[in-house]
C-alpha cells in the first residue's frame, strides 16, 4: 500500500522558520516528481512547490519563491519543504503527493497520482 505521509506542521509566529517531512512507503519515488500544495479553510488547494527526480529541476509558487525550499533525500524516500520567513497567509493544511515522471513540473492537482493527509501549518501574527 502507498502512503505518504507529512510530518513537521505546527504553530509558529510570523517570520518563524517550520520544515516540513513528506516520508513516503509501499514504492520508491526516485524518479517521480514531488509536490508540495496548501489550502487554507475556505479556500482552493493550490500548488506551493515541486521537485524532479534529483532536485535539479524546482518551481515554486511565487508567493513563496525565496523563502521556501523544497529537496529530496532519496536514500529515506522523502521529501522536505523548508519555509522561512514565514507569514500568516501561509497557514492552511499542507500536502505533499507525486506525480508520474514527465518532462516538466505539474502544478495542477489533478496531475498527482498519490496525496498525503496533510499536516497544519498555522502561522500567528
Known amino acids: 500500500q502507498v502512503q505518504l505521509v507529512e510530518s513537521g506542521g505546527g504553530l509558529v509566529q510570523a517570520g518563524g522558520t517550520l520544515r516540513l517531512s513528506c516520508a513516503a512507503s509501499?514504492?520508491?519515488?526516485?524518479?517521480?516528481?514531488m509536490g508540495w500544495f496548501r489550502q487554507a479553510p475556505g479556500k482552493e488547494r493550490e500548488f506551493v512547490a515541486a521537485?524532479?527526480?534529483?532536485?535539479?529541476?524546482?518551481d515554486y509558487i511565487v508567493s513563496v519563491k525565496g523563502r521556501f525550499t523544497i529537496s529530496r533525500d532519496h536514500a529515506k524516500n522523502t521529501v522536505y519543504l523548508q519555509m522561512s520567513s514565514l507569514k500568516p497567509a501561509d497557514s492552511g493544511f499542507y500536502y505533499c503527493?507525486?506525480?508520474?515522471?514527465?518532462?516538466?513540473?505539474?502544478?495542477?492537482?489533478?496531475?498527482?497520482?498519490?496525496w498525503g493527509q496533510g499536516t497544519q501549518v498555522t502561522v500567528s501574527s
Open positions: 509501499g514504492r520508491t519515488f526516485h524518479d517521480w516528481t
Open positions: 521537485a524532479n527526480w534529483n532536485g535539479g529541476m524546482t
Open positions: 503527493a507525486a506525480s508520474f515522471p514527465g518532462s516538466r513540473l505539474p502544478q495542477s492537482a489533478a496531475e498527482y497520482t498519490y
